[in-house]
């Protein structure tokens, strides 16, 4: 069974910056868009941003210029680089491969606190 792993959260100071990847453990053909989700303390799961196979992002109207999402093809990975951080970014934040079927992360938590 293909897993998407998650990896780059934790801990950052107000303007920090951090970088989250995903990699599926087996490769998965044929992938639409390769994106992330998050959920906020008391929130619910929401979009955040996905990037198709050609390169196309789409992003909730909340994501702005701090954030950069990027994918590998050919590792089956996405990462979502996060700059100038703020609190209210604190959630954990969930990957998403859409292919033939939905997959996944174990989510990763990003706290953004002094």
């Known amino acids: 069974q293909v897993q998407l792993v998650e990896s780059g959260g934790g801990l950052v100071q107000p303007g920090g910056s951090l970088r989250l990847s995903c990699a599926a453990s087996r490769r998965i053909f044929a992938i639409n868009a390769m994106g992330w989700y998050r959920q906020a303390p008391g929130n619910h799961l929401a979009f955040f941003s996905t990037?198709?196979?050609?390169?196309?992002?789409i992003s909730a109207d909340s994501v702005n210029c701090r954030f950069t999402l990027s994918r590998d093809n050919t590792q089956n990975t996405v990462y979502l680089q996060m700059n100038g951080l703020k609190p209210e970014d604190t959630a954990v934040y969930y990957c998403?491969?859409?292919?033939?079927?939905?997959?996944w992360g174990q989510g990763t938590q990003v706290t953004v606190s002094s």
């Open positions: 998403n491969f859409e292919a033939q079927w939905i997959y």
């Open positions: 990037i198709t196979t050609g390169g196309t992002t």
